[in-house]
T-cell receptor, first 114, second 115 residues
Framework: NAGVMQNPRHLVRRRGQEARLRCSPM?????VYWYRQLPEEGLKFMVY????????ESGMPKERFSAEFPKEGPSILRIQQVVRGDSAAYFC????????????FGPGTRLTVT | KQEVTQIPAALSVPEGENLVLNCSFT??????LQWFRQDPGKGLTSLLL?????REQTSGRLNASLDKSSGRSTLYIAASQPGDSATYLC??????????????FGSGTQLTVLP
């Protein structure tokens, strides 16, 4: 049973470009969460999605960031017009419908904005 | 707003020692609490999950306890090994609707076990 998969593992973008981060949840998991770990800071919640629905986006920056989890395919975290402050590790986690079993994390995507 | 604090921020011990990592949280209305391990440049590995109705969980050399009333959890590592060296993170989820799913993380304890 494959774990949570994220790609790419490393992504370099110039300022002003777009970054697309992908996350495939564990088999049988229909809930996806995105977290961001800024350098020298802790992990912060960004958004919680179920298939075709955004459930909680209270941690998402108001501009340039968006997330989706389509009926088919991986969840996508999209950052438009990236700035240097977006450089961070972005982690995806998944859980089954009953979150009592906790969340399982992927290896992360490390975004570097030059 | 839930805040999670981990003490100490860093810990260095000789191999074989038993050790305790501490986690405290400000809102006791938690849904569950998870302890994770993070190796440098890597993702998070879930170590133990404690439901709000539970007092402790054990896995191998690891034991985690939960005291909701005082807002504390401890992770006990027995007979530490150099391979235990990593950052240990504590995370809680709240019961309140709308945020029952999001995890709030502490800043972690960086553990070094010296051979």
């Amino acid at each position: 049973n494959a774990g949570v998969m994220q790609n790419p593992r490393h992504l370099v973008r110039r300022r002003g470009q777009e970054a697309r981060l992908r996350c495939s949840p564990m088999k049988g998991h229909s809930h996806v969460y995105w977290y961001r770990q800024l350098p020298e800071e802790g992990l912060k919640f960004m958004v919680y999605l179920q298939k075709e629905n955004i459930i909680d986006e209270s941690g998402m920056p108001k501009e340039r960031f968006s997330a989706e989890f389509p009926k088919e395919g991986p969840s996508i975290l999209r950052i438009q017009q990236v700035v240097r402050g977006d450089s961070a590790a972005y982690f995806c986690a998944s859980s089954p419908p009953d979150s009592r079993g906790g969340q399982y994390f992927g290896p992360g995507t490390r975004l570097t904005v030059t | 707003k839930q805040e999670v604090t981990q003490i100490p921020a860093a810990l260095s011990v000789p191999e074989g020692e038993n050790l305790v990592l501490n986690c405290s949280f400000t809102d006791s209305a938690i849904y569950n609490l998870q302890w994770f391990r993070q190796d440098p440049g890597k993702g998070l590995t879930s170590l133990l999950l404690i439901q709000s109705s539970q007092r402790e969980q054990t896995s191998g050399r690891l034991n985690a306890s939960l005291d909701k009333s005082s807002g504390r959890s401890t992770l006990y590592i027995a007979a530490s090994q150099p391979g235990d060296s990593a950052t240990y993170l504590c995370a809680v989820s709240l019961i309140s609707s709308g945020s029952a799913r999001q995890l709030t993380f502490g800043s972690g304890t960086q553990l070094t076990v010296l051979p």
